[in-house]
């Protein structure tokens, strides 16, 4: 039988309602009455009604991250590290985390929001990979509902945010193929309407003109952000002529499957073929050759966005509710030795 209450009550000698305060902390209460009280409650082994204890505060001490994902099962890793990051955070602050899969753009996911914005099955949400036309933050933000996204947009809306600036790290990586003497740099992109790819394909094609150089429209191809999805489009631009004498793809996981199908068509990335990613995914180190990347904590920014919630949820103000980071360039194998004497 629970512990209750009544029990320790009986135990110290004093009424339920000091045993009450005295657990949840309230000042009215002597300290030396307060530890013989902790000290019964432990010696009876009881634990508190997490349920009633959040009932009484209104609120269900509990975050929500819908993954905009297709199928009940996920295997791009960007999701495990971020999703490590919210519940490493949440838990240090005593937050449960409820997670739950939507296509993204579909009803499923409306609703969702929709269920959230209403109250009563999580505190806040955690946004990612926010788009052009956002429904979900637009929603959010009409309901006065406490988020913060994993990204940025360009309209009006101001929300709470961590970002990676992707255009300046697209930058450092064509440039970094651009220095090695490539001229043919294909670019495969991710789905249209996702802002952080407006951005790298902004710094694409910004870094190719500072240079002079000319793009062909059949070197930007679209992909689905998936192995498979990497696999199926290079395929198409190594039919091209002028081949591409390097690609880079949006995303590492795109890029580890450009990959197998370029060795596949007897091609040595890195030597026949030079490649590039963007997260620094775990992976990304250990695929062969490993993979030149732009590094972003993944992990570190699913922590910060999570503090800045309960910061929020609790009162406190962020001093930064904007917060940019700049990726690293990490070079591997990948990129292969240079080429071609730079004209």
Known sequence: ?????????????????????????????????????????????????????????????????????????????????????????????????????????????????????????????????????????????????????????????????????SEAGMEMLVQHFIDLGHRHIGFIAPPQGLMFGRY??????????????????????????????????VKDLLTLDPRPTAVICSNDLMAIGAANRIQQQGLMVGKDIALGGFDDIPLAAFVTPPLTTLHQPIYEIGRRSCAMLINILNGRVPQNEHILLTPSLVVRESSGPMLYERR
Not at 95 to 109: F, K, N
Not at 214 to 220: D, G, K, N, R, Y
């Open 200 to 233: 790298r394909l902004r710094g694409y094609y910004q870094t190719m003109a500072k240079n002079n150089l000319t793009v062909l429209p059949e070197w930007v191809m679209e992909g689905d952000m998936t192995q498979h999805g990497g696999a199926h489009v």
């Open 1 to 165: 039988m629970a512990v209750t209450l009544k029990d320790i009550a009986n135990k110290v000698g004093v009424s339920v309602t000091t045993v009450s305060r005295a657990l949840a902390g309230y000042s009215d209460v002597s300290p030396t009455t307060r530890e013989r009280i902790k000290a019964a409650a432990t010696e009876l082994g009881y634990f508190p009604n997490i349920t009633a204890q959040r009932l009484r505060k209104q609120r269900t001490d509990t975050l929500g991250f819908i993954m905009p994902t297709f199928g009940a099962r996920f295997s791009d890793p960007f999701f495990s590290e971020f999703i490590a990051g919210i519940g490493t955070e949440a838990a240090d602050h005593e937050y449960d985390l409820l997670v739950s899969t939507h296509a993204p753009d579909s009803e499923g996911e409306a609703n969702a929001y929709r269920r959230a914005a209403r109250g009563g099955w999580a505190d806040g949400l955690i946004v990612v990979r926010t788009r052009e036309d956002d429904l979900r933050l637009r929603l959010l933000c009409e309901k006065n509902f406490p988020f913060v996204a994993f990204g940025r947009t360009d309209d009006e809306l101001d929300f709470p945010y961590v970002d990676e600036d």
